[in-house]
């Protein structure tokens, strides 16, 4: 069963929703969430360059096969079943339309947050208690 560590940033409304969102999808558990704003983070992902996780969305293979961007994003819903959201932003031609934009809405995350939530921030104890608390531990 393949699986996947996903490095996303707990202190992005938009990011967190989303995490929560694949995370209720995610009945199989192949999805490891991990917090780069946790503090414990450098100590339990030292291999992980929080500079570069905070700039664009990381994750990691079971096999050991690094992504970047929306080629994670299609990743984690294609382990929950819902693959085909996302596919069309893979196409060859899109894909550089996509990834250019993914890369805008990385840089602006916070305003775009507050722009469609309300919040531009969330505290990183703002996860605690919800369903993805566990799986953010980095373990």
């Not at 993914?102 to 990183?124: D, H, K, M, V």
């Amino acid at each position: 069963m393949s699986r996947l560590t996903l490095f996303y940033d707990g202190h992005c409304p938009l990011c967190v929703r989303e995490m929560k969102h694949l995370t209720r999808l995610d009945s199989a558990r192949r999805i490891q969430l991990v917090d780069i704003q946790s503090d414990d983070f450098s100590q339990h992902w030292p291999q992980v360059n929080k500079a570069e996780a905070s700039s664009i969305l990381l994750a990691v293979q079971d096999n050991g096969e690094w992504l970047r961007g929306l080629d994670v994003t299609h990743r984690a819903w294609q382990l929950v079943g819902k693959g085909y959201w996302i596919a069309p932003l893979r196409w060859p031609v899109i894909r550089l339309f996509a990834d250019q934009a993914y890369l805008w809405f990385a840089r602006n995350r916070y305003r775009i947050s507050g722009w469609l939530t309300g919040q531009q921030r969330c505290e990183a104890c703002a996860i605690n208690g919800c369903d993805i608390a566990d799986k953010t531990q980095g373990k």
